[in-house]
């Protein structure tokens, strides 16, 4: 027997139709290739010349048009505006001294301004630009600010790229933005990265210095930012920085979290560091704790800012505020946690006169005092 009369068994009253069957389809399967041959004749080749085109040629390599590849035009708008930082904290490396590395958005290309964060420069004895990757510059420190991590280093350099900077107000949540520094030192310069804004108006606490805490305001974005890539750029899709990357969550169980200041809140830091070399800050003299709403339900002191500490001779201090009241409000606008106050004092400057409001107690006070100047 064989392999087919085995595996397939017809009943033998029905073998015969079923070859009729297989004839017909036989039939009407060629009847359908002549058609199909006649619809579609098959390609003739010239007498002589082999026939290659069962092989087709490999297409040739083309340069994307622009607007069709948003990445590659902003990282060639941005890249040669981002240079390399290196901070040495001591002349003798080989004596114990620490290099730290990080990145820089020239601003300024006939001064030769960069911006950076305050972090990637503080603690510095040396500080040296590498642009292009490959000529290093001695820089000088312009300015600095560990309130708001911003500083800005010059140097003595031609041929620089200016960035163009854009309007961060203009941003919006899942817009492309690229991200541009030097994560791990020079010898990754100039990586690019891509993501979107994840997040606006968000409002973090960094440590500045020791004991020192200070909230930021910043753009979140999941383009990953990693060690070196401080005081680089967050571009736009038109190539314009809209932010300074500063700050990632790192931990195993996050993903895709940094963070960069808006380069609007930025702005008017980076003019009085060049101008001034530092920033002219309001000051009161007063330390704090936040009362929030659950501390509130269970304590009973109002929401607000329980005042832990007066210096004396500051300005809070000649205002008559004192240790345990709860300052509540900012020139009639509401005070209930540390950014609110922060934020009041950047729309201010050393010697405006203000109003606070404290509860003490059972009372509600107004005091009036001046503002002092933050050393």
């Known amino acids: 027997m064989s392999y087919f009369s085995r595996n397939f068994y017809y009943p033998r009253r029905s073998r015969w139709r079923y070859l009729g069957w297989l004839l017909a389809g036989m039939l009407l399967g060629a009847a359908v290739i002549a058609l199909a041959g006649g619809l579609f004749p098959p390609p003739t080749r010239s007498p002589g010349r082999e026939d290659t085109s069962a092989v087709p040629s490999p297409a040739p390599l083309v340069s994307l048009p622009a607007g069709q590849a948003p990445v590659i035009d902003i990282a060639r708008r941005i890249g040669p505006s981002v240079v390399g930082i290196t901070n040495y904290s001591r002349r003798d490396v080989f004596a ?5 590395s990080g990145s820089g ?30 000529r290093e510059y001695e820089a000088r420190l312009v300015g600095g600010d560990p309130d708001t991590d911003l500083a800005v280093v010059q140097v003595d350099a031609r041929g620089l790229k200016e960035a163009v900077l854009g309007d961060s107000a203009a941003l919006q949540v899942g817009e492309l933005v690229v991200a541009v520094g030097n994560p791990l030192g020079p010898e990754f310069a100039r990586t690019v990265t891509a993501g979107v804004v994840s997040a606006l108006n968000r409002e973090i606490t960094v440590s500045s210095r020791p004991g020192q805490e200070v909230t930021l305001r910043v753009l979140q974005t999941d ?38 200041i808006p380069i609007n809140d930025a702005r008017p830091v980076i003019e009085q560091l060049i101008s001034q070399g530092r920033v002219r800050r309001p000051f009161l003299g007063i330390s704090f704790q936040e009362v929030t709403p659950q501390v509130s339900r269970w304590s009973g002191m109002p929401a607000g800012l329980f005042i832990s500490e007066v210096l004396p001779g500051s300005p809070a201090d000649k205002a008559g505020m004192k240790v345990e009241d709860v300052l509540v409000e900012a020139e009639g606008q509401k005070v209930a946690r540390a950014g609110d106050l922060q934020k009041f004092l950047e729309r201010h400057r050393p010697g ?6 404290v509860i003490r107690g059972e009372d509600r006070l107004a005091l009036g005092l001046t503002l002092g100047e933050k050393s």
């Open 96 to 100: 114990g001294g620490e290099v730290k």
């Open 105 to 134: 958005i020239v601003i300024d290309a006939g001064r030769g301004d960069i911006v950076t964060n305050y972090h990637v420069i503080e603690g510095y004895r040396r500080l040296a630009v590498t642009v292009d990757g490959e």
């Open 223 to 260: 383009a990953a930012i990693n060690p070196g890539n401080s005081g680089g750029a967050l571009a736009n899709s038109r190539g314009e920085v809209v932010g300074i990357n500063s700050v990632k969550i790192a931990a195993p169980e996050v993903e895709g979290m940094g963070f960069a």
């Open 352 to 357: 405006d006169r203000v109003q606070l409001t």
